[in-house]
């Protein structure tokens, strides 16, 4: 009797464990090895697709060689010509020709973010799908007023600078909120769950001994989704 309960018990232990683990990949890492799929018959010609952050190898980049299988028009972003050049041959070779751009730009410097935008503005009419990729996590150079910067007040303004684009494609498709509307996307993280936005001083957090949940990273986060929520509302009202 008592080996049954030991096993019952070893069995219910390890059915927890188990079932812990598979909660915390759930939540904390997003799902990203559970929803790898998408809908590669959907077609993107006559698309533009603009993509912040795409160096080789991360998730702008795949973003980037998923839009381009789907046929749309893709812009990316990034910091150094080397990372551009090494990024765009890869997703050309992926069959996008002529139908991938780059700009360069900073996140980090206002007057990059603004002349980025207006040659963004020159290199098309129309703008579909801006998913806001770029980011860091730390900054040993500019510290936690380099990763607020970066991360969310960068990405702000590029926002603003490209949202009468946004607003004059999804008058034109008349469009904003089904399938085939006109999409923002902040690539955010579980960091905002325990995060705070410290008022007085975004650019320097009060808990300097904090975890990274708890700093300027985790903070940058919960700006971003606020960033989206307000974004919505503001252009479904420009859109009435």
Do not use: C
């Not at 900073?106 to 098309?124: H, P, Q, V």
């Amino acid at each position: 009797f008592n080996r049954v309960n030991k096993l019952v018990i070893n069995a219910i232990t390890i059915t927890s464990a188990i079932a812990g683990l598979i909660y915390y990949a759930r939540v904390w890492i997003q799902g990203f090895y559970f929803d790898q799929t998408y809908p590669s018959k959907v077609n993107l010609s006559g698309r533009t697709v603009l993509i912040t952050g795409g160096t080789y190898g991360g998730l702008g980049f795949a973003s980037a060689q998923i839009f381009t299988l789907m046929g749309a028009d893709v812009i990316v972003t990034f910091r150094t010509t080397a990372k551009a050049t090494q990024a765009v041959d890869r997703l050309i070779s992926f069959g996008g020709g002529g139908r991938i751009q780059s700009v360069l730009i900073n996140f980090s410097s206002k007057k990059s973010i603004r002349d980025g935008a207006a040659k963004i503005k020159l290199m098309t009419n129309q703008l579909d799908f801006l998913i806001l990729n770029a980011g860091i996590s730390q900054s040993k150079e500019g510290g936690d007023a380099a990763v607020w910067m970066t991360n969310y007040l960068g990405p702000f303004q590029f926002v603003e600078d490209l949202t009468p684009l946004l607003v004059s494609t999804a008058l034109k498709i008349k469009s904003w909120n089904n399938a085939e509307g006109v999409r923002v996307v902040a690539v955010s993280s579980g960091a905002h769950k325990s995060a705070t936005i410290h008022w007085a001083d975004p650019f320097n957090p009060l808990n300097k001994n904090g975890s990274l949940l708890k700093s300027s990273y985790g903070q940058s986060k919960l700006a971003q989704i606020m960033h989206m929520r307000e974004l919505q509302s503001r252009i479904q009202k420009a859109l009435e």
